[in-house]
């Protein structure tokens, strides 16, 4: 059990740090202009930022599992599947409102007032978006995690 413990909390941290790096190479985009994407980061406060928001949304998704849906990571390879797909669908709420919290709280050409309003607004949408996304991409990441979740199966 302590071993399924370990490896839901780093798979959990895992996906959130790479979204959030991938949030961070997104960048800012003005309203009304054209998505971009590069391969620089935001700049490293911000971007520091951004993973210390998904480590605490890893972290906060992994617990929720292991508190109240550990049963399904004992299963069979379904209950696992939907169990990680839960998963990830509660770590891509958290880590959306956090992402765009962070986002919004750090724009240090808004006065302080609207930024704490912004965040406050965008953090229930984000939240929103961020768990359907978590559910597209819980459902790729579900096959190979729950198969490796299997293989702790015969040693607890």
């Known amino acids: 059990d302590l071993c399924v413990a370990i490896f839901v909390r780093i798979a959990a941290v895992l996906v959130g740090v790479l979204n959030a790096l991938v949030y961070s190479m997104a960048g800012d985009t003005v309203v009304g202009e054209p998505q971009t994407f590069s391969r620089d980061l935001e700049p490293w406060s911000l971007t520091a930022s951004y993973v210390l928001a998904a480590v605490v949304a890893g972290l906060l ?3 929720v599992v292991l508190r109240f849906v550990r049963g399904g990571l004992r299963g069979g390879f379904y209950a696992r ?21 962070v986002s919004a709280l750090t724009d240090s050409a808004v006065p302080v007032t609207d930024r704490i309003v912004g965040a406050l607004l965008s953090a229930p949408i984000a939240g929103f978006i ?23 199966r015969g040693s607890g």
């Open 130 to 152: 961020g768990g359907w996304l978590g559910f597209a991409e819980g459902m790729l990441l579900a096959v190979p995690i729950a198969g490796l979740l299997g293989l702790f």
């Open 61 to 63: 998704a992994s617990e």
């Open 81 to 101: 599947h939907l169990t990680v797909v839960l998963a990830v669908c509660v770590g891509g709420m958290l880590l959306g409102a956090l992402l765009t919290s």
